[in-house]
């Protein structure tokens, strides 16, 4: 229920029926289980205490309410350190896989504290769990509520970033360490962080060792409502709840949202081989998706499959949801393998799934942003056909077509034309405007930019899995020799093309994601699929900001001209028709001599020219035109600027191919084209002019 703060501020909090809840003198544990035949709550004193101090089994006549356990326990304070324990059925042909033995988690626990135990008798002690007080000053802090057509989305790792010690800050690797390099974000000029799994997963393996291969990513959900209990600096119980949303609060105050990545797909506890360590011991056949009862399908690639459209699960979801926005005051979401959603009980995709509708319509999420990887790893691809207006999604399409424009493949003009204009064939046919898609070249899942343009191959043996982990089909290219190099030409080209992707990214309709690290050309070295590398191959190196000062003041000045250019952001699809009874079309395309574009042509370069937007769409008249002009071939061309641009002041913002500063004017002054029109345009190599700005007389 939704409960109002009884203090001078308008604060909401949102509390589920489910979990621990302070009560004036104690707690209520309350906890779903439809076929357990006998509850057991185990309570804690110390965080490293292999056993309980105390094991309360609820009374089945008086504790049971329908499928749900619940009991009040008075005394008892925040903090207080608990499992749960189940007894019913174990018969695995139906689903049943109860083990009196076992410690459960909470799935409704709000915070989680230490590590999985030592074992000498064979019974799994999972991280215990804690009872959350909900107190925390957010003075007034409130939902940015920034347009999503006007973000600028930055995808980062919270440890990653602050981790390494060329980082030179008090809290490395924590929430508290996001806020130190504030300063930074701002300077970048993004808008939104969106930030890689930061709900529970663990951090030891089940017998309390380290893992051979970590879980760097957290793409491992142990406990859907609880911070990451690694990512605080205060080590205490529940501690990671109050940095968490220190860390909120300062990114609002610093004018950036917060986008939460969730993986509501699977969960850590894996196959029939796996531990039971909560939704396992509790109700099975509820939370799983099975497969004749013993087994679990598998459309995560993670070992079990997460049953969403289950009742029961997708209440827990929505109180998750609502959980991190209420509580928390996240700004959105983006689902990891959402196709998933998308799936019944018993794993058939269906049409309008009633777990993607009720996101969409939810009112408590009206304020959010919902963004889905539409896509699962059985086959499911639903890029362009995922929910309704409500629903952004990953432009997997945007990142491939990009990547095969500027490497230089075949017949992909055309492709590129479109993922510029907003790609309308995915989006328009249901309605959807251009900012349902994220434009991203890259993520975390995948090579780095810099990676991207220095190697022609997955260099993945660290990760100890022979190189067979990772895709094989990256688009990529290395210009001559794999990896670094001191062959000046070479490394010309790389620089260029790593200045034509993010020119292209931050130019195009729709909603651009950055990746931390790739402003300043972060390596992995080769390793596309880095999610146990929890090490400087994965981390952000802060020397790269001086390095490479000149990139990063290049990608500055793109994102700030795009915050400032309605003709770039636009709300409504480009139709190659005039705007406000202005001669000149929205969008027109010409080959390199100012003619119509043959697009049967196969060709690798073009000019496109973009009109500014309406007064409808623009009311302040901050829109100008743009001429851009793409040559991702290995020869240099001359193209025509297009007679339509007659009589306009014209001014050259960016050149992919010049040497800093001189490859981008952040006062848009820079040179005027030749006089006869004909700019030479180097191989591999993008410009922008920009007009003056177009009167209202121009666009009525």
Known sequence: MLMRQPTGNLQFTYQPPFGATLQENGVQFSVFSRSATAMRLLLYNKVTDQEPADIIEFDRETDRWGDVWSLNVKGLEAGQLYHYQASGPWDPAKGQRFDSAARLIDPYAQALAGTFGKSTDGVVRPPKCVVVKDDFDWEGDRHLRRELSESVIYEMHVRGF???????????????????????????????????????????????????????????????????????????PGAQVNEF???????????????LDVVFNHTCEGNEQGPTLSFKGLENQVYYILSEGTHYTNYSGCGNTLNGNHPVVREMIFHCLRHWVHNYHVDGFRFDLASILSRDRSG???????????????????????????????????????????WAEWNGRYRDDVRGFWRGDGGTLGALATRLAGSSDLYEHAGRPPFCSINFITSHD????????????????????????????????????????????????????????????LLSQGVPMIVSGDEVRRTARGNNNAYCQDNDLSWF??????????????????????????????????????????????????ADDGSPLDWGQHHL???????????????????????????????????????????????????????????????????????NRAVEMPCHSLKVFVSGKVSAKRRK
């Open 245 to 259: 949303k220190q860390m909120v609060k300062a990114l609002h105050a610093a004018g950036i949202e917060v986008i």
């Open 605 to 675: 370069s073009m000019v496109a020219y973009i009109a500014a937007p309406s007064r409808s769409e623009d009311p302040a008249g901050l829109g100008r035109d743009l001429v851009m002009m793409f040559n991702s071939t290995g020869d240099e061309r001359t193209q025509q600027l297009p007679a339509i641009g007659r009589g306009m002041k014209w001014n050259l913002f960016l050149d992919t191919a010049a040497d800093s500063p001189r490859d981008i004017y952040p006062e848009l002054d820079g040179p005027m084209p030749p006089s």
């Open 162 to 236: 602050t981790k390494s010690r060329t980082a030179k800050i008090k809290c490395p690797g924590t929430y508290l360490g996001v806020i130190e390099k504030i300063p930074y974000l701002q300077s970048l000029g993004v808008t939104a962080v969106e930030l890689m799994p930061v709900n529970e997963f663990p951090i030891l393996d089940i017998y309390g060792n380290p893992p051979q291969r970590p879980n760097y990513w957290g793409y491992d959900p142990m406990a859907f409502f609880s911070p990451h209990r690694g990512y605080a600096h205060d080590k205490r």
């Open 446 to 505: 995948g090579f780095t930019l810099n990676d991207l343009v220095s190697y022609k191959e997955k260099h993945n043996a660290a990760n100890g899995e022979d190189n067979r982990d990772g895709d094989n089909h990256n688009i990529s290219d290395n210009y001559g020799v794999e990896g670094p190099t001191r062959r000046k030409g070479v490394n010309t080209i790389r620089a260029r093309q790593v200045r034509n992707m993010f020119a292209t990214l």
């Open 348 to 390: 058939n995709l269906v049409p309008n799934p009633p777990m993607v509708e009720l996101i969409a319509e939810d009112p408590l999420l009206a304020d959010t942003k919902i963004i889905a990887e539409a896509w699962d790893a059985a086959g499911a691809y639903q890029v362009g056909s995922f929910g309704n207006h409500r």
């Open 541 to 590: 190196d802060w020397r790269l900001v001086e390095k490479n000062k000149d990139l990063l003041r290049f990608v500055q000045t793109l994102i700030h001209f795009r915050r400032q250019q309605p003709t770039v952001r636009r709300i409504h699809f480009l139709t190659g028709q005039p705007v406000d009874g202005r001669l000149i079309r929205d969008v027109s395309w010409y």
